[in-house]
């Protein structure tokens, strides 16, 4: 091993715009795949966490590892971040090249070189073996599908990389390159730090999304592919008895899109006595989920599904895409309750053709379900969707308002407004929704459970506002 990659667990972040949607205290299952990727192509890796280790730490890592290649992930609303690492990182080690991966570099590559000075490479899409060509082949980049990158003063964008067909070949996630200790408590339902003692990882059965949800830009791509039941309870047993997990949280937003696998794993779980030793979570559509199989989910161990609803209106729900009507919804809700699963429901508010109208049938909708929990994000124009080219053309009232990514959070609503629901109107209904879930006697409780300073803060300021 002699060519060093260094990659980052997130940016550097100093202060999150959007204090309510979550902390930072997430491990980022991308960044382990590919460390293990690398690893196992004689590629010497590190991992660095700006989570648990100092900023004066993490340079003398760089300055004693002295990186040819840096690698950092970026969610939309970290992206500033991400540049402002990277050109902290060319400070210290000017010779490293920064390449730049996740949602947003994926969605416009080039514009995102063009912003970004301090990254030198885009990765599109999956990174493990992108990775590992950049890293054999850093001075013959125009050769590398998937990439964008510069060449002295241009920005080139490279062929499509075609996907990995059997994921099951993919290494174990490198979880040992973590302080996994300084994780314990974490929540990847929540994002909150509760100390409690649990040990949650994440595990990653399918990649790619078949659906059209207007909303969404899917790095991954739309053609799915599945781990085998088999592959994915051996992760889970290694994340146990290598790693003392006793939380697994599947981080495909469709789980059980695929009945059969999802219910051999569920059975695999249980014949090797997993189900004891772990609970497990995922996030789930209304349309997928029957009561035999929320049954063998139960006894396999699961117990919580986060439930994409997006509104309670059913006009709304067929403009976005979404292809689930209101009784699926009240239906899937209703069955997770009877085999004792619980839920979250998640509602976006502001889509195109929005009214009041509708977002009251939001509001309505989300007290009748019952659901522990509700999450009421603002649309976000994220790059690559189909929700920005309908704002340039003015459809359904929608209007960008910035392209700065520091207000891309899901909760904030600074980036995205309508003709007939000013942005200002929208936090209003916002807080109203969450007002009228959480406050009331059976909700007052799942409400303390997920506070935390900041969002005490934010509550004090917004969430007990009244409507003018």
């Excluded at 460390?35 to 003398?60: C, F, G, H, W």
């Excluded at 990389?161 to 973590?178: A, H, S, T, V």
């Excluded at 139960?298 to 117990?303: H, P, R, T, V, W």
């Excluded at 609803?309 to 899937?332: M, P």
Aim: proline share 4%; charged share 25%.
């Amino acid at each position: 091993m002699s060519f060093k990659v260094l990659l980052f667990n997130g940016p550097i972040v100093e202060t999150r715009t959007d204090k309510l949607e979550m902390e930072s205290r997430i491990l980022r299952l991308g960044i382990a795949s590919i460390a293990a990727y690398l690893r196992d192509n004689q590629v010497e890796v590190s991992i660095v966490d700006p989570v648990t280790q100092a900023k004066k730490d993490i340079e003398s890592i760089l300055c004693k590892l002295n990186p040819v290649l840096t690698g950092l992930h970026a969610y939309t609303s970290e992206i500033h971040d991400a540049a402002a690492t990277a050109q902290w990182i060319k400070s210290v080690i000017p010779t490293t090249k920064v390449i730049i991966g996740g949602p947003h570099a994926s969605a416009i590559p080039r514009e995102t070189l063009q912003e970004f000075s301090s990254f030198d490479i885009a990765v599109i899409g999956e990174g493990e073996q992108t990775m590992l060509e950049v890293s054999k082949n850093i001075n013959r980049l125009a050769e590398i599908p998937g990439i964008s990158y510069r060449s002295k003063s241009n920005i080139q964008l490279n062929s499509p990389r075609k996907l990995i067909e059997n994921i099951d070949k993919l290494p174990y996630p490198d979880w040992q390159l973590f302080d996994l200790q300084k994780y314990k408590g974490s929540d990847l339902i929540g994002g909150f730090g509760k100390k409690t003692g649990s040990m949650e990882l994440p595990v990653e059965g399918a990649r790619g999304c078949p659906f059209s949800c207007i909303f969404c830009f899917r790095t991954m791509g739309r053609t799915v592919r599945f781990k085998s039941p088999q592959r994915i309870v051996d992760e889970v047993q290694r994340n146990v008895e290598v790693f003392g997990a006793n939380k697994i949280h599947f981080i495909e937003g469709t789980f059980a899109i695929n009945k059969m696998i999802a219910s051999e794993m569920c059975q695999e779980l249980i014949r090797r006595n997993l189900h004891k030793k772990i609970t497990w979570s995922s996030g789930g559509r209304v349309d997928v989920l029957d009561e035999k199989l929320l049954i063998l989910m139960k006894q396999s161990g699961c117990d919580y599904l986060g439930i994409g609803v997006e509104s309670g209106d059913q006009k709304i729900l067929d403009i976005i895409g979404k292809k689930i009507t209101i009784e699926q919804i009240k239906r899937a809700f209703d069955l997770c309750r009877k085999v004792g699963i619980t839920t979250e429901a998640e509602f976006i508010l502001g889509h195109p053709f929005e009214t009041e109208a509708t977002i009251k049938k939001t509001i309505s909708l989300a007290r009748s379900l019952p659901a522990k929990y509700a999450t009421f994000a603002i649309l976000v124009p994220f790059p690559g969707t189909e929700i920005v080219e309908m704002a340039r053309n003015n459809v359904g009232g929608l209007k960008v308002l910035t392209k700065d990514w520091h207000v891309y959070g899901k909760q904030i609503g600074q980036s995205l407004e309508l003709e007939q629901l000013p942005h200002e109107k929208l936090l209003e209904y916002q807080a109203m929704a969450y007002n009228k879930f959480y406050l009331r006697p059976s909700h007052i409780t799942a409400l303390i459970s997920r506070l935390n300073k900041e969002r005490v803060l934010y509550g004090i300021r917004n969430l007990f506002r009244e409507l003018t």
